[in-house]
């Protein structure tokens, strides 16, 4: 009998871990192709509009699907944790980085967002979990200097000027999302992960949606100059980038180590540059297959030292 509890409890691990590879996969595949789409759907759309259509979409969907299916209704104070994930991670995060994108270019853009796992991991120790290992560390280094691989060309200069206040946008915009990403691990969510993601891009959507009117998004806005593949783009945002993509996320969230997460901060962009080379006819250089090499090596490198976090106290997770 303590055999097959033992056979039983490995068998759910190895679930557990495969059920994580998949999320991570959909997060590193759907939301690195977010990049192109995003680019093909505000060229004829407003972008807060477009961000805010896009979350209410998807939100609304997952919320009466869920409903339907019998689930409870959240209560109030489950309306308000999700409405501050939202807030934090589609308004503070991704409202901020499309409005930032106006001032700067998408090359440093992508630079300053992949600060999110250095953020993810000051918040995780500072709200009491374990301290990152020297090989987390190391691993973090490596995908920003991936990152950074992407935006150096050959005079070792970004090809584009940027704006201070796009530049602290953006900033901004990173840290809100970590933030909004650590809350949601500890807030009082609705308990089905579906429901609660449908509640929080719901709200995000909102507020999206105001945030456009005062952007000024709606003056002189007429649906019918939208694109066909302006269109198509919105539909894989909202199907790929948020149903799917962001779903697996707030999963990964409650599953997997935060460190692990962050990792999509390195992937999502080498995603963006090959899916833009492909499909939109972008040119590629040798420092995107520099980049590739320091990305893997940082997922791999962060992979393996997850679990070797050490507590404030110097003996691993911290005492409750």
């Not at 998408?106 to 000051?122: D, G, H, M, R, Y």
């Not at 650590?182 to 308990?191: G, I, Q, T, V």
């Not at 590629?284 to 980049?291: E, M, S």
Request: charged share 10%.
């Amino acid at each position: 009998m303590k055999q097959q509890c033992i056979d039983f409890s490995a068998g759910a691990k190895k679930n557990k871990s495969l059920m994580i590879m998949l999320a991570l996969a959909c997060v590193y595949i759907f939301w690195g192709g977010t990049y192109l789409g995003m680019k093909f759907a505000v060229e004829t759309m407003p972008p807060f509009l477009m961000a805010g259509i896009r979350f209410s979409i998807a939100g609304w969907i997952l919320y009466i699907v869920y409903r339907l299916k019998g689930e409870k209704r959240p209560s109030l104070e489950e309306w308000k944790n999700a409405g501050i994930v939202g807030a934090l991670l589609l308004l503070g995060g991704n409202g901020v980085v499309a409005w930032a994108e106006q001032q700067v270019p998408s090359s440093i853009a992508s630079v300053l967002v992949a600060t999110v796992p250095l953020w993810i991991t000051a918040f995780s120790y500072i709200s009491g979990a374990k301290k990152p290992s020297a090989g987390s560390i190391i691993g973090i280094l490596l995908g920003l200097c991936g990152i950074g691989a992407l935006v150096w060309n050959s005079n070792g200069m970004t090809s584009q000027s940027a704006d201070a206040g796009g530049i602290l946008a953006l900033l901004f915009a990173s840290i809100s999302w970590s933030a909004g990403s650590m809350y949601s691990r500890k807030a009082k969510l609705p308990s089905a992960p579906l429901l609660s993601t449908g509640v929080q891009m719901i709200v995000g959507g909102i507020l999206l949606l105001i945030v456009a009117a005062f952007h000024g998004d709606y003056r002189g806005f007429d649906p019918s100059g939208i694109s066909t593949q302006s269109w198509i783009a919105l539909g894989y945002l909202v199907i790929f980038g948020s149903l799917i993509g962001y779903t697996a996320y707030i999963w990964l969230l409650k599953n997997a180590e935060p460190s692990v997460v962050s990792t999509y901060a390195f992937v999502n962009p080498i995603v963006a540059v090959f899916l833009g080379w492909l499909l939109a006819d972008e040119k590629i250089g040798i420092n995107a297959f520099i980049a590739v090499f320091f990305i893997i090596a940082a997922v791999v490198i962060i992979t393996l030292f997850r679990d070797k976090g050490i507590g404030k106290d110097g003996k691993g997770a911290l005492p409750k």
